[in-house]
């Protein structure tokens, strides 16, 4: 199901993640749900859900890194 706020979102989002990253993982899960709604649309057997929170993980790991078990910028990393 689509998110409607950062609120919403898994604990395992929330409670681990910056809010722009938060912002970030919503607006792709968000989007992925609706692209994979088809199961054509998906290479493997797993559910529409499982596929989009893989899809918003993947695009938070794109601008954040963990760091001494926070996530940060990557770009305000060394």
Same mark, same amino acid.
């Given at each position: 199901m689509p998110y409607a706020s950062n609120v919403d979102l898994p604990d395992s989002v &929330?409670?681990?993640?910056?809010h722009h990253a938060q912002d970030i993982y919503k607006? &792709?899960?968000n989007s992925a749900f *609706? *692209? !994979?709604k088809k199961p054509?649309?998906?290479r493997t057997s797993e559910t529409?859900? =499982?596929v989009s929170h893989k899809v918003a993980w993947a695009a938070v790991k =794109?601008? !954040?890194?963990?760091k001494d078990d926070k996530w940060v910028e990557k770009s305000? &990393?060394?």
């Open positions: &929330t409670n681990n993640l910056p607006a &792709t899960f *609706e *692209e !994979y054509s649309n998906r529409r859900e =499982q =794109q601008k !954040y890194r963990k305000k &990393t060394p």
